[in-house]
């Protein structure tokens, strides 16, 4: 019977969540399977994956095939070092200490690059906030300092037109007192023609 080592697809619409399987080649994508070996999510960034690397490893040597996908994940777990690995010991070419000490050894390395990863992840997702922050300040001052202008140009404008219809009241009202002092020189004018007829009359 030939065995994959392959993903089967589970979650939901948009958002997949898969099984790391061995099942029978001739077998439905998301069917009966042999043995669950692990899981993979590629929803987390960076994506999640856990094997069960001596599953794995058993599964491999007894001679099942990975998918190409199935392929990668188990050497980013290091499933298939440890395989070589193991070879190499069941050939004399390695002692069991020496392999699992290379096995020990990688994995420390991996896990160092992958909290690598996570820390950049987080130093640039960081940087992003602080960029956001600072592009909605800019845009909060440049709006405020908007508004203050349109508030002074309001003021201006509302000064002018206050000045122009003073100015257009003072121009109504000046014929009325040209008008007026007009008439107060002419009665004046009058009345002192008036005062020295009755200087000049002879007394009776």
């Keep these: ?3 994959k080592i ?3 697809r589970h979650g939901k619409k948009g958002k997949p969540f898969y099984w790391v399987v061995a099942a029978d080649a001739r077998a439905k994508r998301d069917g009966r399977y042999l043995e669950k070996i692990g899981t993979y999510n590629p929803n987390t960034n960076p994506a999640t994956v856990e094997i069960d690397v001596d599953s794995a490893v058993k599964w491999l040597g ?4 990975p998918t190409d996908t199935a392929r990668t994940l188990l050497s980013y777990r290091g499933a298939l070092l440890k395989h070589h690995l193991q070879g190499g010991v069941s050939k004399g070419a ?3 200490e020496d392999a699992d000490a290379k096995f020990e050894a990688w994995l420390e390395d991996k896990a160092n690059r992958i909290q690598a990863k996570v820390d950049g992840l987080s130093k640039e997702e960081a940087k992003a906030q602080a960029d956001a922050f600072a592009a909605e300040k800019a845009v909060n001052e440049k709006r405020v300092a908007d508004a203050k202008a349109l508030a002074e140009e309001a003021a201006a404008e509302e000064a002018a037109a206050q000045a122009a219809a003073e100015a257009e009241a003072e121009a109504a009202a ?3 007192v040209e008008a007026e002092e007009a008439a107060t020189e002419e009665a004046a004018t009058e009345e002192a023609p008036a005062a020295d007829a009755t200087e000049e009359a002879p007394e009776a």
């Design 94 to 96: 390695l002692t069991q």
């Design 174 to 176: 000046a014929p009325e």
């Design 62 to 65: 007894n001679g099942a095939q």
């Design 6 to 8: 392959r993903l089967q």
């Design 1 to 3: 019977m030939p065995v």
